[in-house]
């Protein structure tokens, strides 16, 4: 029997991965697809809770919505976050973070 | 779903997520990450979810993942060489993940009512996609707008942002 609890866990681990990914790798892309992993975990915990969260014989259809707007959210995002990245890519021919330094204090 | 059907979503879902970080092409690991998200999808649709999957399928792993394989292949990235981490950063990182799964997993625990069975549930013969609309514009019309609203300014932000020179 699969239940609630195994849903957010296999989330948490999703996310946890996610975060590795963020911390770990040093290439801007990558970096935004971890980004991207972390997005989904916290919508497959919202779907989790939506069908957990049962009235008249219905799922709570808000927390699809929600997953629904960040999934419109999250490809918004990443067509600004791209095009920087080939902007930034034109300036300093990298994309590698340790390279971009311009901002540092 | 049956359990068995789950876990192997779950392993492929965590797995694929897993060669994203670990890949050094990143070509690899964008299509790792399109697994993934298949996988994700197909958790979505174990939780009676049919619309949210098949946007999962639609939006991330179409058209965001060609996005990111198209921006890969403009950019010509070559795997990228070993570079040392930073030691205390990463030590602080693992700190924080473990804290954060051992949190997670102490909270799933403790939390009796997410190991009972999930309730039956009978969507009717208008089925998922017209549950979900209904709310989405009858409760959500507004914020729908101004999603709208942003997706263009995103848009007009990206023509911006790629010409050749910035003024």
Same mark, same amino acid.
């Given at each position: 029997m699969v239940t609630l609890n195994d849903y957010l866990i296999a989330s948490g681990l999703l996310f946890a991965i996610g975060f590795a990914g963020v911390l770990l790798r040093r290439n801007v892309i990558i970096i935004f697809m971890a980004l991207e992993l972390m997005l989904n975990a916290a919508n497959l915990s919202l779907i989790g809770f939506s069908r957990y969260n049962v009235h008249d014989g219905l799922p709570d259809y808000n927390g699809q919505v929600l997953a629904f707007f960040i999934i419109t959210v999250a490809a918004a995002e990443v067509t600004v976050g791209l095009a920087i990245i080939v902007a930034l890519f034109r300036a300093k021919? @990298? @994309?590698h973070v340790e390279d971009i330094t311009t901002l540092k204090f | 779903m049956s359990p068995l059907l789950f876990w192997v979503f779950v392993a492929i879902m965590l797995f694929f997520g897993g060669m994203v970080v670990l890949n050094r092409n990143p070509v690899a690991s964008a299509l790792s990450l399109v697994v993934s998200f298949l996988a994700l999808a197909a958790l979505y649709v174990s939780l009676d979810a049919y619309f949210i999957g098949v946007i999962q399928i639609l939006v991330y792993a179409g058209a965001v993942m060609v996005l990111f394989l198209f921006i890969i292949m403009l950019l010509d990235l070559k795997a990228e060489s070993r570079r040392r981490l930073n030691f205390p950063a990463t030590c602080g990182g693992f700190l924080v993940i473990f804290l954060f799964v051992t949190v997670v997993a102490d909270v799933s625990h403790r939390f009796? $009512? $997410?190991?009972?069975k999930f309730q039956a549930i009978s969507q009717g013969p208008q089925g998922d996609v017209w549950h979900v609309g209904m709310v989405l514009f009858q409760h959500f019309n507004i914020a729908l707008q101004v999603v709208g609203t942003l997706i263009l300014v995103a848009s007009i932000g990206v023509v911006i942002l790629s010409k050749r020179e910035l003024k």
């Open positions: 021919q @990298t @994309t | 009796e $009512g $997410g190991n009972a």
